[in-house]
């Protein structure tokens, strides 16, 4: 397989396993099934995903490849640079009145077969029979709602690892989504232990677990989260591209918001 096709089916597989893609039909773009997501777009040096939100407008009909757009409105990769055709949908939204955000962020893959063992700054819990059992004896983070909390630590929700300190979670990495072919890592580390090296060492004992199950795994995180990014750096996955998504702008209820990508 050429690089550019490969390159666009590892952004197609993961557009897929986060947002949900539904392909095109009679030569309309792809769709994701995300509510929340008004467009996206996946591209690298060599290839493009472009799909719209199942009911957002204002897109028209495009080749199921997803990467034509109106003449003269073409443009080159360029990592940390959002697409034009986001940046005109988003201006189109706030003109309309109804605001919506466009963000992105870098994406990575985990290589096939990982290095030596990360090192563990503190004791790790992994996902297996004996972590689960020891995981109904820790408090619950309180940024975790139980029935959440309860999917994960019975391992429904995939693999886990989870760094230890006096009977408390202070990071985790888990499977937030995935599909029969691939899995997302998703990172939580407590604020008062951040920096200390927790966030390489879940991942990397989450990717030894999950990569067992699954022969693709992603990482992704956004442009303005350094220490997300400095974690893909520590663990040596291998850069894929950038996903930007444009989306309705959250209401503002105070909720917490479930640990994830």
Same mark, same amino acid.
């Given at each position: 397989?050429?690089?550019?096709?490969?390159?666009?089916?590892?952004?197609?597989?993961?557009?897929?396993?986060?947002?949900?893609?539904?392909?095109?039909?009679?030569?309309?773009?792809?769709?994701?099934?995300?509510?929340?997501?008004?467009?996206?777009?996946? !591209?690298? &040096? #060599?290839?493009?995903?472009?799909?719209?939100?199942?009911? @957002?407008?204002? %897109?028209?009909?495009?080749?199921? $490849? /997803?990467?034509?757009?109106?003449?003269?409105?073409?443009?080159?990769?360029?990592?940390?640079?959002?697409?034009?055709?986001?940046?005109?949908?988003?201006?189109?939204?706030?003109?309309?009145?109804?605001?919506?955000?466009?963000?992105?962020?870098?994406?990575?893959?985990?290589?096939?077969?990982?290095?030596?063992?990360?090192?563990?700054?503190?004791?790790?819990?992994?996902?297996?029979?004996?972590?689960?059992?020891?995981?109904?004896?820790?408090?619950?983070?309180?940024? !975790?709602? &139980? #029935?959440?909390?309860?999917?994960?630590?019975?391992?429904? @929700?995939?693999? %886990?690892?989870?760094?230890?300190? $006096? /009977?408390?979670?202070?990071?985790?990495?888990?499977?937030?989504?995935?599909?029969?072919?691939?899995?997302?890592?998703?990172?939580?580390?407590?604020?008062?232990?951040?920096?200390?090296?927790?966030?390489?060492?879940?991942?990397?004992?989450?990717?030894?677990?999950?990569?067992?199950?699954?022969?693709?795994?992603?990482?992704?995180?956004?442009?303005?989260?350094?220490?997300?990014?400095?974690?893909?750096?520590?663990?040596?996955?291998?850069?894929?591209?950038?996903?930007?998504?444009?989306?309705?702008?959250?209401?503002?209820?105070?909720?917490?918001?479930?640990?994830?990508?």
């Amino acid at each position: 397989m050429e690089r550019s096709a490969y390159e666009r089916e590892l952004l197609a597989l993961e557009v897929e396993v986060i947002h949900g893609l539904v392909p095109g039909r009679g030569g309309e773009l792809p769709t994701v099934t995300d509510p929340s997501v008004l467009a996206v777009q996946a !591209w690298s &040096p #060599g290839a493009c995903v472009r799909a719209s939100g199942a009911k @957002a407008d204002g %897109w028209g009909a495009r080749r199921s $490849d /997803g990467c034509e757009a109106p003449v003269g409105t073409e443009q080159r990769y360029a990592p940390g640079e959002p697409p034009d055709i986001l940046v005109r949908l988003a201006a189109a939204r706030a003109g309309a009145g109804d605001p919506a955000e466009l963000r992105g962020g870098p994406c990575f893959t985990f290589p096939p077969r990982p290095a030596d063992d990360f090192p563990w700054p503190l004791p790790l819990l992994l996902s297996d029979a004996e972590g689960r059992r020891a995981a109904r004896r820790l408090t619950r983070p309180d940024n !975790w709602q &139980p #029935g959440e909390w309860a999917e994960l630590i019975s391992g429904a @929700a995939g693999e %886990w690892a989870m760094a230890v300190r $006096d /009977g408390e979670p202070v990071s985790i990495c888990h499977t937030p989504a995935a599909n029969d072919r691939a899995a997302e890592a998703g990172v939580w580390t407590r604020p008062d232990f951040r920096g200390r090296g927790l966030a390489p060492a879940v991942t990397d004992a989450w990717a030894r677990r999950e990569g067992c199950h699954r022969q693709t795994l992603f990482y992704s995180t956004t442009a303005d989260n350094h220490a997300s990014r400095a974690v893909a750096r520590k663990l040596g996955l291998t850069p894929l591209g950038w996903i930007w998504t444009v989306r309705r702008a959250p209401a503002r209820t105070g909720s917490l918001i479930r640990p994830g990508i």
